[in-house]
């Protein structure tokens, strides 16, 4: 699989995790809201193309490859001290830092994270803005389309053994296989 | 009912591990992978010993963070020289492992942390990393029905069940996966009745 499906699929899964409540045990879907998406577009798409100018001009000359970890820490300690100063204007007298247990920071941080892991050494600029849209649809896909499926799976006589989690990962595999011709080779037929 | 709390955030925070399990599409992959997550949980664990209290600070998180990088890119600098194929395939996945949930998820714990404590959470890091070691083998196992643990094509490999390569087969395999455990609990729990 190419760098376009893998930022599409991580995009999907993380916020599987958040907005269906895997990870809070809530069964309650937690709407978007439109800012949050364009901001999380501008970031990721800001962050993509930084790491991949940072790539491939510092780690690949050097050879320094092995420190790509480094350099992501470096870029979401960025990433997480702008938030907190953001939030601490937002919301005046929550000490600095709490910002980090906002939802739509979780949310974003594994957004950020991933366009960074999935912007290769070789991509180029339209690489780059190619996976990071293909993020954002994965954001698209999980947050619009799969909360239509949830409300319609309620309404399902599931066996017990597959009600909640299972059958919300079951339903999400249907959609990234219904979504797994999505990847480059799509997207140079569709050009061409 | 306390067992019964952590039981459930334990099975939350497996939930936190879908990147790494969707990322982990060969054994030779998931070796890495969990050898890595492995070493982030115990820094992790032992970082949180040290600290007195149970509030979260910003700086600590920012201290760890960067900590777990420097002992990431350690190991991938020991992939590199064990097998550079590998790592090639490796280190831009291994990228996610700091901003697993599930690190994010035991620093906000509230329990005790004594020796005891340490001690469990180790136990359950192997658990995790085996988790996604397992989930590895079983996705190359269900796609060629043969497995490799240094990254070469098997010979009398045969395609079985392609679609577990992609991370849909993951979300599947995970899906049934918890089915099966609760019938498997539910059974067992009728049973001991």
């Known amino acids: 699989m190419n760098d376009i499906g893998y930022s599409f699929y991580l995009i999907f899964t993380s916020n599987i995790m958040f907005s269906w409540g895997l990870l809070n045990q809530s069964s309650t879907v937690k709407k978007q809201k439109p800012n949050d998406f364009f901001l999380m577009a501008f970031l990721a798409l800001a962050y993509s193309i930084g790491f991949n100018l940072f790539f491939s001009a510092v780690l690949v000359p050097m050879r320094l490859l092995s420190l790509s970890p480094v350099l992501c820490a470096l870029l979401i300690s960025f990433g997480f001290l702008l938030s907190s100063v953001v939030h601490k204007f937002q919301s005046k007298g929550k000490p600095f830092g709490s910002a980090i247990d906002a939802p739509w920071l979780k949310n974003s941080l594994l957004f950020i994270v991933i366009a960074l892991v999935s912007s290769n050494s070789g991509s180029s600029i339209t690489g780059v803005i190619l996976i990071s849209a293909s993020a954002l649809f994965g954001y698209f896909c999980s947050s619009i389309f799969l909360e239509a499926i949830i409300s319609r799976i309620e309404l399902e006589p599931i066996s017990p053994f597959f009600k909640g989690a299972p059958i919300r990962l079951i339903s999400a595999a249907l959609i990234a296989l219904a979504f797994s011709g999505i990847d480059l080779s799509f997207f140079i037929q569709l050009f061409n | ?186 059974k067992k729990g009728k049973s001991s009745e």
């Open chain 2, 1 to 186: 009912m306390n067992s019964k709390i952590e039981s459930r955030e334990r099975t939350t925070m497996l939930y936190g591990l879908l990147p790494l399990l969707i990322l982990s599409d060969s054994l030779a992959i998931g070796i890495v992978l969990s050898v890595s997550f492995l070493f982030c949980y115990i820094v992790t664990t032992v970082f949180l010993l040290f600290k007195k209290d149970n509030k979260l600070q910003l700086r600590f998180s920012l201290i760890l963070f960067f900590i777990i990088s420097i002992c990431l890119s350690l190991i991938l600098s020991i992939t590199r020289i064990i097998n550079p194929f590998l790592f090639e395939l490796v280190f831009l996945k291994v990228c996610v492992i700091p901003l697993v949930p599930v690190l994010f998820k035991i620093q906000f714990t509230q329990n005790a942390k004594d020796h005891e404590w340490g001690l469990r959470e180790l136990l359950y890091g192997l658990l995790f990393s085996f988790t996604i070691l397992f989930t590895g083998f079983l996705r190359e196992f269900l796609v060629s029905f043969s497995f490799s643990a240094i990254f070469q094509s098997a010979d009398k490999a045969f395609p079985l069940f392609p679609m577990f390569n992609q991370p849909a087969g993951a979300f599947l395999l995970i899906g049934l996966a918890l089915g099966l455990g609760r019938y498997i609990k539910q």
